[in-house]
């Protein structure tokens, strides 16, 4: 027993150690088979990528025996471990502070870069596959040294502790953080194996659009990991935070979208590089951004140099983080600099009106999207730290500004699925966006004869209707031509995200339009009503653990089962933390909270109440987004009819 014996920490020392030396051999190999060719050296990189699975695999599993047999030898288990912890949130522990954060980072990594190598000794061993794996090893070398060196979960903490406090308390009253940061980090560390291809490109000149097609599925796989993670850190904020609200434009949160923007303007720009040659510049830069926001994205919310719900606390790894991203920045930017004149495209944009014209005005207004969300969320540190004052960039600052960015998307998304490449005719392109144009005008009328009001709100439906219509008409054109297998491909698949992104935008444009709250003074066995429900404070009851002590108000809605809305008290670390309880339905949601203070024998509590519309298509949309990802992740082999050209 690892913890029986103490020896947990020197085990999972040992196997960051050996993780080191198998990250930097790696590298050395791979560049060296690159160079020179001898199969006998390229026969040693799937060796050393096995030897970094094993490592980090190792690392993680000994810092898991930790947590589970409470070995409270390491400060790390004494940070986050307590006997009182239960199983589920004990196992989720280790990746609830920084230190098993990073070690999950390593983890996660080492598993594609054993893919990787393995994927390139099968399909395709050549100089370009090869530079990419030594740069896929270098990014794991600087991380294994991290998790060894300033974020080492193995330090040993003082003697003579035997229990701690157990995780924060609001990672460990929802079952989705067994779920959340394990998806959202394969998004993110999964953005390595493109970047780390068109860096290699851009080494080996290999500039035409092999490497492209290399990476596609790659780089689908990791996007529909960090869409999913964040889809479910947003339903995680909603059940757990007690505001209602599923976007917050937290810079944490924040830190997780820039890279999902940057990835999805690639995966649409890309398509014109394959097709064109065209916009070579744009997609290696979109890469190259993508990964850079990633680590950046990890400083922010892994230094302490963020308030934050989501950030840990401050720790020595942001000097790390922070030069390691300027590395990245100005390599890649010197690679494209040198390469420039490789770059340049064979062909032109010959109209707007085309579809390279709409995926580079796409590319246009994701960047720009990119720009607002980075500036709300990393000008306020550039005043602390130049001025020494503290400024706070909220809410107003980014839905003044996103929004007109998100009807520009919508628009782009119904009409770039109708165009042709290079050219089309005004009469083409009115016949093609006539149905849609119809299912927006519909989408509207019916809005209206629901009672929904307000310009942005009605733009969003409108503009909604209108690219689902596009997209619709797409998908029906497929499936007519090819019955059930229409559906399936990277084309088709895109047109089933467009629809998940869809239903975010109305859902998120209805939800935070027409929501209303209320605080409503509760007694039991009497009634209460508001926005055409009733509620009936049924009893307030109490119930202890050893961790923990909650009040909970039982609350009827409409005569129907009780909802329990509680403030529950972490008794080791002195926390209340609300819990809210929700009355999910198609159309709208109930969202109860309970209002401090309450006493269980006062037969008195204060309730207050949201009703919050179309939040479940939230939920349903990521679904949907998840579906049209795993379509386009299937190889067709017809010729997209979406081209239509």
Do not use: C
Not at 123 to 149: C, K, N, P, T
Not at 165 to 176: A, E, F, K, R
Not at 383 to 399: H, W, Y
């Amino acid at each position: 027993m690892f913890a029986a014996d103490g020896l947990s920490g020197p085990i999972g020392r040992g196997f960051l150690l050996v993780g080191v030396v198998a990250a930097l051999f790696g590298a050395l190999a791979s560049i060296t088979a690159a160079r020179t060719g001898d199969k006998n050296v390229s026969k040693l990189i799937p060796r050393f990528a096995i030897l970094l699975v094993v490592a980090a695999a190792g690392a993680f599993a000994a810092m898991e025996w930790a947590m589970i047999t409470r070995d409270f030898s390491l400060a790390y288990v004494q940070k986050v471990g307590s006997w009182s912890t239960p199983a589920l949130y004990n196992f989720a522990a280790v990746w609830s502070a920084l230190e098993g954060s990073i070690l999950m980072w390593v983890v996660i990594l080492a598993g594609y870069t054993g893919t990787v190598a393995f994927w390139v000794r099968k399909h395709r061993e050549d100089a370009l596959s090869q530079v990419a794996l030594a740069v896929m090893f270098i990014v794991s070398l600087f991380f294994f040294v991290l998790s060894f060196g300033p974020a080492n979960p193995f330090v040993e903490g003082p003697p003579g502790v035997l229990d701690g406090p157990g995780p924060n308390p609001l990672l460990q009253n929802h079952i989705l953080v067994m779920f959340h940061p394990p998806l959202l980090y394969l998004g993110y560390v999964g953005m390595t194996v493109p970047f780390a291809f068109a860096i290699a490109a851009l080494v080996t000149g290999r500039l035409g659009e092999g490497w492209l097609l290399a990476t596609r599925r790659w780089t689908l796989f990791a996007f529909g990991f960090l869409t999913f993670g964040i889809i479910l850190g947003s339903w995680w904020s909603y059940e757990v935070l007690g505001w209602s609200g599923v976007w917050a434009w937290d810079p944490v949160e924040n830190a997780s979208l820039m890279p999902w923007i940057t990835a999805t303007a690639y995966i649409h720009s890309v398509l014109v590089q394959e097709r064109r040659g065209m916009l070579r510049v744009w997609n290696l830069s979109l890469l190259v951004a993508t990964f850079s926001l990633t680590i950046l994205g990890t400083f922010l919310t892994r230094s302490g140099v963020l308030n934050s719900v989501h950030a840990f606390s401050e720790s020595s790894i942001g000097p790390w983080l922070l030069t390691f991203f300027a590395v990245i920045v100005i390599v890649s930017i010197a690679l494209i600099g040198w390469r420039g004149d490789m770059l340049h495209a064979p062909g032109a944009i010959e109209t707007p009106i085309s579809r390279e014209g709409a995926f580079l005005a796409n590319n246009l207004i994701f960047s720009l999207f990119a720009f607002v969300v980075l500036l709300g969320t990393v000008f306020p540190l550039v005043v602390e730290a130049l001025q020494d004052r503290t400024l706070v960039v909220g809410e107003p600052f980014f839905d003044r500004l996103t929004i007109p960015i998100g009807l520009a998307m919508l628009t782009i998304m119904a009409i770039a699925p109708v165009l042709p490449w290079r050219r089309t005719s005004a009469e083409t392109l009115s016949k093609r966006l006539l149905w849609p144009a119809w299912v927006g005008v519909g989408s509207l009328v019916l809005a209206v004869f629901l009672g929904a009001t307000g310009i942005w709100p009605l733009l969003t439906f409108t503009l909604g209707g209108f690219a689902a219509g596009s997209a619709l008409r797409h998908l029906a054109l497929s499936v007519r031509r090819h019955k059930l297998l229409g559906l399936v491909g990277r084309s088709n698949g895109g047109m089933i995200v467009h629809l998940g992104v869809i239903l975010i935008a109305v859902a998120l444009a209805a939800s935070n339009s027409y929501t209303h709250s209320q605080e409503l003074s509760l007694e039991v066995g009497k009634t209460a009503t508001f926005s055409g429900y009733t509620f009936e404070l049924v009893d307030i009851v109490e119930v202890q653990t050893d961790r923990a002590t909650s009040v909970k108000a039982l609350v009827s809605v409409d005569g129907g089962k009780p909802y329990a809305p509680a403030i529950t008290k972490f008794t080791k670390i002195g926390m209340n933390v609300g819990t809210p309880s929700v009355r999910t339905g198609f159309a709208r949601d109930v969202y109860l909270t309970l209002e401090p203070p309450v006493r269980q024998d006062s037969g008195k509590a204060t309730i207050k109440v949201f009703v919050k519309p179309m939040i479940l298509w939230l939920w349903i949309a990521g679904g949907v987004m998840a579906l049209g990802t795993l379509l386009a992740l299937i190889p067709s082999r017809r010729r997209s009819e979406d081209d239509e050209s």
